[in-house]
């Protein structure tokens, strides 16, 4: 049976959970390790997130202590996970429920460890299956090369974004990698970008293509200048306000060029589109590995259930079925 003593919320954080609640203190110190042990941003960032959704939860039902925190506490919070409905309707995604999950695992394995319970209150907790989906559906060159175009090199905002959407399908990169570049990390004359703490906090180095590069030199030759302001810190692509790209900000942009093909998606559709069609032309799936920075080869493996051109070619090669129409 929970504890249900309630507390009188007085002021509260922007994203809602009381400021009284001392979750709150150890929340705080929890991501401030998780910086301290050379864990990314983005991690602490995503651990910070989750557990004030947990702690906006708590303060709900009244739960003030770690002492309330016990496999039931967690159980129920789970099925609330699970029973969640958004406003159209439709329930969370499991992969949202596992963002919300896995950094409570985290903390509460943190919580034993530095004995602030007597032990970890996740030990037991049963995370969902994590889904194995095939990506949406994935341009051919041809679309892809029909995407590109969109981005004529017109005007100043067509040359930088042409030569984001480029270094994209090019390189792999994820969104924010790509946010994150800076002068430093791109070598136009020896085709490579330096990937600095992606995700995991791994660095990797990856080729960056010819015509990439040509749209690099374009924009930093007629556009970046322009758009340089007295704050330049020195980030590769700017806004037209002169600001580094926010994550939401790119992935608008990039995502007016994909609905114009009628496809869904954003920058990540670049990085389908980069590793199938290296897939598909004959690359080994260890070296796709390496250039889209995934730790586990099977994560890169998904590719070879999406790249159909081979498998059609052996089809018709070899089916009893190979009939002409």
């Not at 959407?165 to 090019?170: F, K, T």
């Not at 930093?220 to 302001?229: D, G, K, Q, T």
Request: charged share 30%.
């Amino acid at each position: 049976m929970l504890r249900t003593k309630r507390i009188t919320p007085v002021r509260r954080t922007p994203q809602g959970a009381s400021t009284l609640n001392p979750l709150q203190k150890h929340k705080d110190d929890f991501v401030r390790w998780t910086i301290a042990v050379g864990l990314s941003e983005q991690t602490a960032v995503t651990r910070r997130s989750a557990l004030d959704h947990f702690i906006r939860w708590c303060d709900a039902r009244g739960i003030v202590r770690l002492d309330d925190i016990d496999r039931d506490m967690l159980e129920a919070y789970q099925v609330a996970l699970a029973s969640y409905r958004k406003a159209n309707g439709e329930p969370l995604e499991r992969t949202t429920q596992l963002s919300r999950l896995n950094p409570l695992k985290a903390f509460g394995t943190w919580l034993a460890r530095t004995r602030r319970m007597e032990i970890d209150p996740c030990r037991e907790m049963q995370l969902p299956k994590q889904p194995r989906r095939l990506p949406r559906r994935i341009p051919t060159v041809r679309e892809m090369r029909t995407i590109l175009a969109l981005a004529d090199g017109s005007s100043p905002a067509t040359i930088r974004d042409r030569a984001i959407m480029e270094v994209l399908y090019c390189t792999g990169l994820r969104r924010m990698e790509l946010a994150r570049l800076r002068f430093c990390d791109v070598n136009v004359e020896g085709g490579t970008v330096h990937v600095r703490a992606g995700k995991g906090g791994r660095d990797r180095v990856v080729p960056l293509g010819g015509r990439a590069s040509g749209w690099i030199e374009r924009y930093l030759r007629e556009v970046r200048p322009r758009l340089a302001s007295g704050l330049d810190r020195g980030e590769l692509f700017l806004t037209d306000y002169g600001e580094p790209f926010l994550r939401n900000r790119l992935g608008d942009r990039v995502r007016r060029y994909v609905a114009r093909q009628g496809l869904p998606g954003a920058c990540h559709v670049f990085r389908h589109a980069c590793a199938t069609h290296m897939l598909e032309n004959g690359a080994d799936v260890r070296f796709i590995q390496a250039m889209l920075g995934h730790a586990q080869l099977s994560t890169t493996e998904i590719y070879t259930q999406v790249s159909i051109s081979k498998l059609k070619e052996i089809h018709a090669a070899t089916h009893p079925a190979k009939l002409d129409r």
